[in-house]
Nanobody, 132 residues
């Protein structure tokens, strides 16, 4: 079993910044595929968007086109912690953000995006609200 604990959500005005963090514990490998999904208000669970992901044991990184250039994912492998630095936030970034993990390497990222089913464990989510 793996547990994920997220923090760092909140409310900010458009153009502002927030940093989310997520720490994993439990049965983990030396490197894991960790990332973030988000679910916007009014969207179904099946419409969750993969925002960013990375392999904590290497350099493989993925960003959704909607966040590329504004969001930065990073990790501290020793602490099994992944961060999401979000800059130039927009009202459309408003969502519940979920930390995810797959206890293995990430494999090859494709332009089709991240598949929710690829990640075995999900955090409870942290709310990000961006006002105009």
């Amino acid at each position: 079993q793996v547990q994920l604990v997220e923090s760092g959500g909140g409310s900010v005005q458009a153009g502002g910044s927030l940093t989310l963090s997520c720490t994993a514990s439990g049965y983990l490998t030396p490197g894991n595929c960790m990332g973030w999904f988000r679910q916007a208000p009014g969207k179904e669970r099946t419409e969750r968007e993969g925002v960013a992901a990375m392999y904590t044991g290497g350099t493989s990184i993925y960003y959704a086109d909607s966040t590329k250039g504004r969001f930065t994912i990073s990790a501290v492998k020793a602490n099994n912690t992944v961060y999401l630095q979000m800059n130039s936030l927009k009202p459309e970034d408003t969502a519940m953000y979920f930390c995810v993990i797959r206890v293995s390497a990430c494999g090859t990222f494709t332009k089709t995006g991240l598949s929710p089913s690829y990640f075995s464990y999900w955090g409870k989510g942290t709310q990000v609200t961006v006002s105009s």
